[in-house]
């Protein structure tokens, strides 16, 4: 499966942005789909996960309350809302995918990985 990450850009603290991630050449409701970031000079972090049917989310700490994961399986995409935006939150944001379930929340869980999107949260 392809993964098209996009929806980043300038916003200031407080704001919002909405990323979307399109996948192609698979059945994308087969797929457990998380997003991740990676600030500069950091590790990958794990940012939020969806169930294949969208029934399960998980988030980081970091996160939770501020962000969520959707998924519309009619269009193969995966969304990430993002409110209250923190200046923490600068980072790429990468979509990806698993076929079927995943044990953990961890980058290594994941087979496959969009190009990143950058958000930068300016104060």
């Known amino acids: 499966v392809q993964l098209q990450a996009s929806g980043g850009g300038l916003v200031q603290v407080g704001g919002s942005l909405r990323l979307s991630c399109a996948a192609s050449g698979g059945t994308f409701s087969d797929y457990t789909m998380g997003w991740f970031r990676q600030a500069p000079g950091k590790e990958r972090e794990f940012v939020a996960f969806?169930?294949?049917?969208?029934?399960?989310?998980y988030y980081a700490d970091s996160v939770k309350g501020r962000f969520a994961i959707s998924r519309d399986n009619t269009k193969n995409t995966v969304y990430l809302q993002m409110s209250n935006l923190k200046p923490e939150d600068t980072a790429v944001y990468y979509c990806a995918a698993r076929a079927g379930v995943i044990t953990g929340y961890g980058p290594n869980e994941y087979d496959y990985w969009g190009q990143g999107t950058l958000v930068t949260v300016s104060s």
């Open positions: 969806i169930s294949r049917t969208g029934s399960s989310t």
